[in-house]
């Protein structure tokens, strides 16, 4: 077509008749996609990609600072003490959940809310608004720096108790001598003595790892729905003068200089915050961390294949998931889940982007995508029976299934080990059947479902298959020699 076959306004049309371009003419690529460009779509290739890795810096909300007041009366003149405590920083906390499927919305700096300062009347400040971020559920995180995560238990009916006091408040001081604002490290709730098992439980797990400077890997993951982790807990609010007098009198500041030079400090401090923190009415600092989340996708079965072998395609006629499939290779630019439903249960498949052979070395995709399928538990091999025929160029399916066991070997030695099956996919092109038998001679140990994914045929046998496996019941692997090339 060319552009002159367009229908033309007038207004274009000169005086003397001479034909000038219209504006949409003189931008070829919109001429040519204009339906592309109406509907705001992008060409496949520049689907954006997956962002399943992402560091994270983290900081839980500063405490807010205790109050100096005195409250006098006619009664009274000298009066006492009623400065409250300053409120609890808010936390950052990473909540799983279905509503994203990677990390592309997150920023890389997050901070708590910063709490309120206490008020006079023995007012205390306001609680730090907390920090949620949803990520996707099977997000695995590494820590690089700081403290390890700690769990929240769901619907715990402490967690939103508004009257969360700040924990530097020692109810009973003297019943404590060894007792610290800054080193309080009695839970005071459910939620907080979790967290400290949780903690040591993964402490003892990567003791080893535990060197400055090093990555400790899996210190926590999430993989259900509104499952939370705290990342960077808020700083405890200062003291107020009510709790700060208390609280020295029962303890080592006994002596009443000191008493007096402590309060003395709080007064000098403007009450922001930004003073000294040594001082017991300062609400302190959040925690840090730098993590680095990584997203393992959950599923059943992963399907892996070489590109154009019609795994996207295969997807959509197990499930109702309409990833977008392509007569070229890598139309699938990240992993796609679909829900493959039987009449009493579902098993969930992950499309895994085409692998080629020297993945490994960062051909293609690379490996990136691989670490989808660790937690799966039955892999599908999609191979293209067409591929190499009529003399085309191709590989054959059998030389197809060894690059693909031998590069998840190369991404993690023994990822193909894990019940299998093979998708013979394409069985309309003419010569597939041929293709089949000599798959079928050339590749022992796991059944081989014949299959057309475009037109649907072969694919209630796979599922069949596909169910059997998921349940446990067979557990064929595909190994390197099984699988004759030559
Ligand atoms: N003849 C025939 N073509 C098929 C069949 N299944 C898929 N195709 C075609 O093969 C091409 C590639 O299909 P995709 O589903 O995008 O393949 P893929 O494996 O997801 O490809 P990547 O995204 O590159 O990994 C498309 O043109 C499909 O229409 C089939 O059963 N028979």
């Not at 600092?285 to 993590?291: A, D, Q, R």
Request: contains cysteine; charged residues 30%.
């Amino acid at each position: 077509m060319t552009w002159l076959s367009r229908a033309v306004p007038l207004r274009y049309l000169t005086s003397n008749r001479r034909l000038q371009k219209p504006p949409w003419m003189t931008y070829p690529a919109a001429f040519y996609s204009d339906s592309t460009e109406k509907k705001g779509k992008v060409t496949p290739l520049q689907e954006t990609r997956m962002r399943d890795r992402f560091t994270l810096y983290a900081r839980g909300g500063e405490g807010g600072s205790g109050c100096s007041s005195l409250r006098r009366s006619r009664t009274d003149r000298f009066g006492k003490p009623d400065g409250g405590n300053g409120g609890r920083g808010g936390d950052v906390i990473l909540e799983c959940t279905h509503a994203v499927w990677d990390f592309s919305g997150l920023q890389p700096h997050v901070k708590g809310g910063k709490a309120g300062h206490g008020t006079s009347k023995n007012r205390i400040g306001n609680r730090g608004e907390d920090k949620v971020l949803q990520v996707p559920i099977g997000t695995v995180i590494h820590l690089q720096e700081g403290e390890l995560p700690s769990q929240i238990q769901v619907g715990s009916p402490k967690s939103s108790d508004p009257w969360d006091l700040p924990g530097t408040l020692v109810d009973d001081p003297a019943s404590d001598e060894n007792s610290d604002v800054d080193q309080d490290t009695t839970p005071d709730s459910e939620e907080e003595s979790v967290a400290m098992h949780v903690d040591m439980e993964k402490e003892t797990d990567f003791e080893e790892d535990d060197e400055e400077g090093q990555v400790r890997y899996n210190v926590a993951e999430l993989t259900e729905e509104g499952q939370s982790i705290i990342i960077a807990r808020g700083g405890e609010g200062g003291l107020g003068n009510v709790s700060a007098t208390r609280y020295l009198r029962g303890t080592k500041f006994a002596k009443t200089s000191t008493l007096r030079t402590m309060e003395g400090d709080s007064d000098d401090e403007d009450g922001n915050g930004n003073g000294q923190r040594t001082s017991i009415k300062c609400g302190s600092l959040g925690t840090e961390s730098v993590l680095i989340l990584e997203l393992k996708s959950i599923a059943d079965v992963g399907l892996v294949g070489m590109p154009n072998a019609g795994k996207s395609t295969l997807l959509g006629a197990l499930s109702r998931a309409k990833p977008r499939v392509g007569h070229y290779a890598f139309t699938t630019l990240r992993p796609n889940l679909g829900n493959v439903n039987y009449d009493d249960f579902s098993v969930t498949v992950a499309d895994i982007p085409g692998l080629i052979k020297g993945a490994h070395q960062n051909r293609g995709l690379g490996h990136n995508f691989l670490r989808h399928i660790e937690r799966t538990k039955v892999l599908a091999y999609v191979v293209d029976l067409a591929s190499g025929l009529d003399g085309c160029e191709g590989v054959t399916p059998w030389q197809q299934l060894r690059d693909l066991v031998m590069e998840l070997e190369y991404h993690e030695e023994g990822l193909s080990d894990r019940s299998s099956l093979i998708v013979a996919n394409k069985i309309d092109e003419d010569g597939a059947d041929e293709r089949l038998e000599e798959l079928e001679r050339r590749v022992r140990g796991v059944r081989i479902f014949p299959v057309c994914a475009v037109l649907e045929e072969g694919v209630d046998e796979l599922k069949d298959g596909l169910k059997m496996l998921v349940n446990g019941e067979g557990s064929e692997r595909l190994k390197l020699e099984n699988i004759s090339v030559d």
